[in-house]
């Protein structure tokens, strides 16, 4: 049970994947989830470097203590929005990785609009 459902996990990334590219200008904004934290960062497939990097790990969401959920997905959207913008980076492409846009994958994505990225 568990390798189909690994097997099924990699094919939707497979499909979202193949019409995202991230370049330069508009990088690939790719968000996973963990059990306990959540990850984002905004890649450049062009040359294959990562351009801005976030998580639950950083010291200010250790401050906050925010693990995995909607809020901590807020907390991180903003955070993610305002890092990315401070690095010159307005608009992104949007890469769920294979999840329902809904619940936490949503409110990361609305924060990080909040915060002024442009999807």
Do not use: W
Not at 85 to 99: E, L
Request: glycine content about 10%.
């Amino acid at each position: 049970m568990q390798i189909d459902k690994k097997v099924r996990s990699e094919k939707r990334k497979k499909r979202v994947r193949k019409c995202i590219i991230g370049t330069a200008t508009r990088p690939r904004l790719s968000v996973r989830f963990s059990e306990k934290h959540i990850y984002a960062q905004c890649v450049d497939d062009e040359i294959g470097s990562t351009l801005v990097f976030l998580s639950t790990l950083a010291k200010e969401a250790k401050k906050q203590k925010m693990i995995a959920n909607v809020a901590g997905a807020v907390f991180l959207g903003k955070m993610f929005g305002e890092k990315a913008i401070s690095f010159g980076i307005k608009q992104v492409v949007f890469d769920r990785g294979g999840r329902k846009y809904h619940g936490c994958v949503q409110s990361f994505a609305d924060a990080a609009r909040g915060a002024g990225l442009l999807f």
